[in-house]
């Protein structure tokens, strides 16, 4: 379905002022709509995944990384309250 199918698929609602004020979408659409978003969602947070490993990796190439003990991570991981002890 193209985005002008969609599009033509929506009812609006009006108030007695002739004001839209909700919308009506068929489920398939919705459900698409939905799937859409997330698969967007997931491709963004893929990419910006992907360019924080890049960073990471040249500051480790240039050598300006600092790295720490797994038991030191631990600790700060569970100050932070990400992970319980």
Known sequence: ???KEYIKSVKYVANA??????VIIPIEVW???LASWENMV???ENREDAA???EWLQQK???KLETISLDDLEQELI???LISS
Request: zero cysteines; hydrophobic letters at 40%; charged letters at 30%.
């Open 79 to 81: 100050a932070d309250g």
């Open 61 to 63: 190439k240039a050598g």
């Open 42 to 44: 997931e491709a963004l």
């Open 31 to 33: 459900e698409s709509l």
């Open 52 to 54: 924080i490993f890049q």
């Open 1 to 3: 379905m193209t985005i």
């Open 17 to 22: 002022n002739g004001k839209k004020t909700d």
